[in-house]
């Protein structure tokens, strides 16, 4: 069983999670109103995706 043999520091604990973060999702333009959308969705705001109309909203 392994068992470690002496305490891990603080430093040396943090120093091994500081990959283990959340990454900010990756945001494009959409090519219709300009605004901030996630890949592969509609834009909430004009409801275009791949230059078609996929929701309707309001004017």
Sequence with gaps: ???PKHKVSKSKR???RTHQKAQAPALSRC???GE???SHRACP???NYKGRTVIETEA
Aim: proline share 0%; glycine share 6%.
């Design 14 to 16: 943090d120093k091994r």
């Design 36 to 38: 901030a959308v996630m």
């Design 1 to 3: 069983m392994a068992v």
């Design 31 to 33: 090519t219709q109103c």
């Design 45 to 47: 705001e004009c409801g």
